[in-house]
């Protein structure tokens, strides 16, 4: 992994974090390993009194954080 990058300009009105949650350089697992290991590059938090707006916010929340990597060699 190189890097991750958190769109703040992107947030909808209940978003109240998105974070890259890995350090540049670790390396991060696909599936199956994933749900044993490493997998998660971010997360994000919605809060808010109408959970429809909660849930349209966290519908795009991939768009707020960008995992910028690059293969492993083997």
Not at 9 to 14: A, I, K, M, W, Y
């Amino acid at each position: 992994m190189v890097d991750t990058v958190v769109h703040d300009d992107r947030f909808g009105p209940t978003i109240r974090e998105a974070l890259g949650a890995v350090a540049a350089g670790t390396n991060l697992w696909l599936p199956p390993h994933a749900y044993q290991t490493r997998s998660r590059y971010g997360h994000v938090i919605a809060v808010g009194a109408d959970a429809g707006q909660v849930v349209a916010d966290l519908d795009g929340a991939e768009d707020l954080v960008t995992l910028r990597s690059k293969p492993q060699s083997t």
